[in-house]
Structure formats: C-alpha cells, structure tokens
C-alpha cells in the first residue's frame, strides 16, 4: 500500500511520483524494495495489487491511474520505449494495461519517472491539465480544453507548452467516461494517434478530470547505465538482429497491413462481426494495396514511418487521401480488420475517415469497430455502409443515447440491443484475429486477465494447424508469457524479432543498465510474474474460470468459410497458467 | 440433467411438462425422486442447478424458463397460490426466481403440473402462444399480438380464450428483451398486473418468442389431500391466526402503502435516487392519504383487494382517479417508494399514472423507478418532474436507445451516463427500503443471490436498532431462510403473519396434503436448501463474494436525515450462509 513507499519531499529524489487529485497532494516517493526490478505491465500489475483495492468502482475514488515506462525506457533503443498505462479497467472490471508508443514513455523516463499514479477524487468537475517538470508537477486549467478532440487539444497544448513536450491526452470520449476510450500521446512528429487504447482507461482519466498530462523533460537526462561497455554492446547486437529480420522488412514495407491476407489464409480475417473469417473484398484493404495508394497518391503519404524516436522498424504510415493531403496516421491492420471487412468495407479511404473521427474522440478502434459490428447485426446500419458508420461516431461526439452505447463498447451494444453475437471477452471486443479459426489466439483472448486482447498472446505466426484445438494452450501460454514480459521491459512486440534472433540482449541489457545479475530467462520470469499479478488482482476482483472463456455462440456456430467452432475444451482453458 | 427425468408419452402422467421452442418437441416427465419435496422457489433452484448450464447467456439458447406453483398452492389456501418463475436472469446473471399471486399457480397445479420448462432456441422471430390444457401443451401464433401492452393482449386473450384461462404474458419490455422485463399474470378480476417482476424474467420469455401462456385448466382437479381431516383443521387455524393478526388488518385497511410513515421513521425511505432517507412530500403518499383519497373517490375504487381467488389478506387496492375510473391496481409501497419519492413526486395520482405504464409494457416497477432516479441524477428529468418521467416511459414504448437503456435498468443507465451513485447489487435494483438507514435489509440485499430484492428478507419489522450494524447478519440471516420456505411453498409474505403465530401449520399442511412426516423445523429446512442450491448455481455461474457487497458509495456516503453508512463489516457478510 502506500504507506510501505518512502516518502521524500523533492521531486529530485522520488521515482514514483503520486497526485492526488482531490487534495491537490503531490508526494515524491521511491519504488519499494523489491519493486525495482518491474516496469511496464509488471509494476503497473504491482501498483493494482497492492495499492488498489480490487473490487472498486472503477470509475469512483478508490481507483488509480498509472503510467510506467517500461524497464528499457529512456535510451531510444530501437521500439523499446514504450508507456503502460493502467488501472481497473471500467471495460473489464479487471486489471488494465494499455500501452503506446510515441514520447510519453521516454519523456518520463528523462524525469526519473519509474511510476505516476493518479488518484482520489476530483473535487469539481472541471478539466485540469497535470503537468510534470523537473522540479515537480502542478495543475493548470483546462476549461477551454472541455469537449476539444485530440488532434486540436494537442495542437494547443504543443502551442502553449512548445514543441518538446510528450502529451498523454483524452478527447470526448474520455470526458464522457465512455468504457472504450483510451489515452492518446503524441508520435515524433506530435500527431496524438500513439493511444494506449484498451480497457477504458481514457475514461478513467475522465472521471480523474484530466484532460491532459503534459510531460515537460527540459533538465532531465536519460536513466543512468551501470555498464555502458555491455550496454552499447548489447544494443548493437539487438538492433542488427532486429534489422536482419525478414519479418521487419515485411513490416517496413506493409505495416501491420500486411495482415489482411493472411488472416484471411487461414480463414481468420473478421468479417461482418465477425459472421465469416473472409471477405470478398480484402484484396482493397490489403496491405499490398494500401502501399500502392500511398505510393500512387505521394504527397503527405508515407508507407513507412516510425513511431517513437530511434525506432528502426518504422510499421507505422500516413494514409493521404487523393490529393495526397494526410487522412490519418497510422493505418493499422486493427483498424483495417475491424472498421474495415468487420463492417463490410472495403474501401481504405472510408476506413481512414473512421480512423481519424474515432482517435479525434480519443477511442479505441478495435472497441468501436467491433461496437459497430454489432450495432450493424441489431439493424442500425447496413453492411458496407460509411457513411452512416460516420453518423454513428458522430452520435458519440455528441454524447446521444446512441451515441454513448457504441461508445461504450461492443459487449453495451449486445446488451442494449439484444444482440447475442458479441465477439468480447470479459466485456472487451476481439481484434482483428476470428478466434474459431486461429485457436492459439481464442485460448489468449479467453485467458489473458486483460479481456479479449491480440497483443496479450498473439499466436497467427506459429508453424502449427490453428484449426487444431489440441496443443494451442501450450502455445497461447508461451505467447503470453513473452508478451507480458516484452510489455514490462517497454518494448513493442515487434522488437520480439530482434530479441528473438538474440535472447541474451534481453538479459545483457537489463544488466547492463541496472548493474543486475538476471539470467537468459530474464524475460519469461518477467511474464509470469506479471501474470501471476495480475490474475491475483482479478481474483480479488471477482474473477473466476467462467470468465475464462469465449462468447458462448463460438462454440456452436460455425465460421465460414472454413466452418470451425471454438472447440478448445474448458479444462484445458483452465490450464493456461498452471506452469 | 434432463435425462434424469421419466419420460412419458402423455400429458396425464407428467407433473413435468419441458417444451422445446426450437422443436416444438412437447415432453411430459415425472418430477426426478428426490425432488417430490420441492416446489416454487426451491423447485426453481434445483432445476437450474441441475437442467441449465449456469455459465450460459441468459438470453441464449441453453437458458430455460421455468413456472413452478408453490407446495401449497391448489387449494386456495388463503394467500397460498403464488406462481414462482425463474432462469438464469438477464439482469443479474445468477439464480432468479420472481414469484406472482394472481391465477397462474392456481391454474397450473389444476392441470397437475409442478412444473413447466421452457428451453431452446426458437426458430423464427414470430412470436407465438403456448397454449396448456388437459390434453397437453401446444403452440398457436401470436404475430397479431405483437408490441402490444399486457393490457390489450390480455383483454384479446381472454376474449379468445374464455374467461376463465389464466395467463402468464410479457409486454413490449419483454418482446425487446429488456433486462427490466417481468412476466404479467391474471388477478382474479382478469387485470393482468400480478408481475413476476423481478430479474428480467420477461426477457427471458421474449427471447423465447412467447408473449403468453395461457392455461385452461378445464377438466382438471385441485391436488389430492392425503388426510383432508387433517388438512381442513390446519386450514382452520392457519386462517384464524392469520385473520386475528393485527398487521393484517393493517394489510386490509392500507395495503403495502402503509410503508411510507414507518419507513420515514427509520430515515430510510428512499428519496431522490437514494440521495435522502426522508421526503417532504411523505404525507401525499403515504397509505393514509391513499386510502382517504379512494374513499372520498368511490367508482371503481376499491380500499381493500385480492389478488388470488380465497385470498384473507386482500393488501391490494384499486386506484381511481378524481372520477373514480381506475387508473391502475394495484398501487405498491414499492412502486410509491421507487416512482414517487426516489424521483421527488409527492403525488398518488402521478405514480398511479406510471406504474399503469410500466406494467403495460410489461416492466418492473422497482427496476425502473431506480432507472428513471439515476436518469434524473444524470440530469434526464427533473426531480418531481411526472410528466417527463411519463415520456421517458414513452420512450422504452418505442424502443429508441434511450428507452432501452432505461428499460434495462438502473445499472445500465448508471453505467451508459456515468452515475457512479447506482442503489443496485449484482446488477438489481433496491426496492424501497434505504439499506444504510435499515441495515439488516441492507445485509439482504448484499448477499441474498437474488440481487437487490426486499421480498428475499426485509428486516423492517424486526425490533432491533436498525442503525446499529451489529447482528443485522443473524437477522438477515433468519429472514432469508424463512422467505425462501415461503416463497418454496408458494405462500405469500404476507401470509407469515399467519404461519409466524401458528408455526406447526405449515407441518400439518404438507404432512395432510403430500402424506409426509416433516417436522415443524421445514420451513427452515426448505429454506435452507433453496439458498444453498440458489448459491450453488451462482458459483458456477462466477459469482464470488465481491459481488456479495452493496454499492461503494454507500460505504462512504451518509444519507440523511440521520446520516448512516453501510457499515457492516465485510467479514460479517460472508457469514451469512454459514449456518
């Protein structure tokens, strides 16, 4: 609990920096021993654990808000700076991790800043701004910032605050304390698209009345290294074997968007919510063809750029319309799978439009899309329909009835609707992987305590028959395990090619950066704890194994065109974290 | 599990009569051994545990709907013939049983039948009519019928079936599958305002595309009495005893609405979403003035009803208007509590004018009344406001979004605008009794498996500080077990006044009807069993003790005028059903 922190009066000393925002209290603490060796996920499952109370209202006083660097934060090692952000999710009920690329992660990490939590409860319900400096953090109005999207917030706040801040920023849907909305940071060119999107926890910052924490890191340095010799070593080996990797020149090229064929190889692609695992018109949702776009339309477009600072995989693009004016930035092959064939639509430039409203909004886009594929079977719009897709986001940004269900999330719209065909798991949507068809991700999206979640153990890549129940709970397991661990140390799943190809960077990095002695199996260890965290604090919560599992309709409906249900047997369900 | 159960070919030989709506397969079994001992609530439970999966959805093709007559009920035993019904409810996710008075239970045990089951997944969105006679059950159509309110529907019904059916029906509320929707039954005056209301029943019965039940027990006979002389002197006490009580005389003159004054009292009668536990306007509602005013009305009004045909009590009432045309029967302490204090309307005639609509559509009274006090607290009407309220119903009729999240229930709408103050429990609304003002109904409401219920144990009357956390979980505890007997013997609560003050009646009553040899402790004992079968099925279904606790804000909010918190230890809690 909090008092176990030792409290220090400076910033200066203080690693974990704690606001509350009902007393306007700001307390610079240390990490407590044997917390130093977590970050990311890890400490963030740490903080739930010990400092929340697990059956809280997720959105009342007694819920907390939590950014940590992850462990390799703070040296722009090629994809490893990543931010997590968490807290109880008000989409789950459960422990939340979200995390984003962008400059958050790094910023804080040049403030010595392993932890920021947030808490209390707002005495007014007006929009404050939280500012973090070196000599420590203070609240600033933001009235004028109340109902503002993010792209204009951000362009204010990076007017007022100069172009060297990171920005962790709601829009209306977190205002609106909608369950699918997420907390936006600005990339490395400041566009406020890097969001940690999942579980709602743009709506926890909302109901912390926070429009914005704004992350001033003049004076700051980077995170001391205890071996610089190991560390430039490790770091050179680590981004060659990231740079040789066949796979990184696949996402340079494509993105993430390369995925729509192949989920759609294996059956696996969303279709329609989810009624079909292909749809007649990927080939123009493609990767492929969105490269070709950009190419074609030149301009502002770009097919490969990077997210963070130092990132040497660049997946991320800028989607230029026809004039080659920017849309949207990034298009992600989420996105593309879940406002793309999940609605019907085939056409990138209609998906890119959705883009950019639903992270105007500041929500998540596998949450809405799959909350539109639903609102789409209970007969709100038709198949293919963006236009009227646009209506619907429009409806959330003027808080309508309407409008606040979809913003809430696909398992709302079920509800509300009366539609049993919800593709969610402990309330939270699927992504762009049809579970029936990839079994291995069925088995992660049942069993992570984040909710239905690709990036919790994502299983497409493996050389198995995904179609076969049998052996997918080893391999879900072994997936998430590493990804637990991959989002503790702050590094994107895609630097997993690199570490991958050299396991012992992990360990040599760590040890070079913290004078630490941890084995090759560093990053496992990592994983399981997390986990292991993280399923207490779900118990604690209310969890239990009938929570472990898929929407009963996949177990007896077939998807086309391969036709498989989800047949992965309960009691082996239960078996994913029995190691 | 069904295959448990005694096949037989026709309807003569079955007390079990399970009817498929996907099959249309009409099957009539003999209640499994073991099980003879059971019916109404208890019944209920042990067919949940055993027939239906308890992780299903509620509204999905593994639920079943369950009626079950009390043990007593057949005779007309006075306030004896109540009808439980149950599933897997839609609003809680857990054990439901909601019971009615009215004809139904009557009806149902003069065609023998101790049990009907209604499973599967239909095939078509028509709606249909179950139609149940001596020679069995069948189906006729009912797309004329749809979107009708209960009260046209039952007026056709009885127009085509004669007047002497009984129905058990669903309005709009059910047709759309709201989670507020119960299932309407015939008084003995054919007014169908009997609602099995609690849970979301009613959705249960749209989901299965029946908007009626109708039961002609024409040619069937009452139960047989295994020692009639035994029974009639049982009868003969249970009847003075119940006839000698003074609280039933208050029963006779005020109804249930002779609760506002005490519960004021106590500071514990709900007022503006649970904001206050005292109303300036208590004296216009409250059973005084509501009798005085029917008095002074005369017409159709009528101080003093029965629901059930033999019925002693007759705590129901028949509201007129200024020209004595009625409005609705019956008007409720709950509904009074829920729909006129908790939203500020200090006016008979308003409330009167709501609860018509809520049961016309087939709606829960309570449910609602909290649904519309959260909507006021997110600023949707006025406090006081009746003729906003009214339209607010208006829209649940024409099923625009806003209405369905006001027909699913105050913790939906809580959760869509969000209002963290919801007065809810696994989902369930309070019914109107203020649980930080009157602790041991408070202790009920926690951790009843119900949800939120007062009829489950309401503590009100018990002389005991009610203030005072300290042994309000015996006193739950006691009331608990004692509600679940009656409600498995199909007494009315009301009628405990008379079995409390002549306790071996009950004894004498089974042991003369069935041929037993309980003892005077069985109804401790069916109640006992009834909640361990009910807790049973909520644990398999995922429910742990952190849903066993009332809202966060009642532990740390004081609701004046004498400003409690909930305060019964957690700890204390969890020992209720630890007997």
Redesign the interface.
Known sequence: MADQMMHSTGAGAGSVWRVNVGTDEIQYQSLPDGWQHLGGRGLVARFLLDDVI????P????NKLIFTPGLLVGHMLSSCDRISVGGKSPLTGGAKEANAGGTTGLQLALLGIRALIIEGAPRSSELRLLVLEKSGARFEPAADLAGLGVYETASRLVERFGPKVALALIGPGGE??L?GAGIQNLDKDRVPARIAARGGLG?VMG?KKLKAIVINAEGGQKPPIADPVLYRQAQKTFTKALMDHPQVHIYRDYGTAAMPRMAQGFGGLPTRNFSAGAFEGMETISGEHLRQMLLDRGGDSETSHACMPGCTIRCSNIFGDEDGKAVVSPLEYETISLMGSNLGIDSLDVVARLNWQVNDLGLDSIEIGAALGVAAEAGLLHWGDGQRALQLLDEIRQG???G??LG?GAS?VG????V?RVPSVKGQAMSGYEPRAIKGTGVTYATTPQGADHTCGLTIRAKVNHLDPKGQVDLSRTSQINNAGYDTLGACVFAGNGFGAAPETIRDLLNARYGWQVGADILQVLGRETLKLEREFNI????????D?L???MT?EQVPPLNPVFDVPDEELDQVFNW
Do not use: V
């Open positions: 697990a059956t809280c209202e959105l009342g006083p007694y609106m304390q369950s709506a109901s309508t009835p309407l606040r269900i809430h709302t509800k509300i609707f009366g049993l604690r919560a209310g969890f239990t194994k009938a929570d599992r929407p009963e309709y007896y």
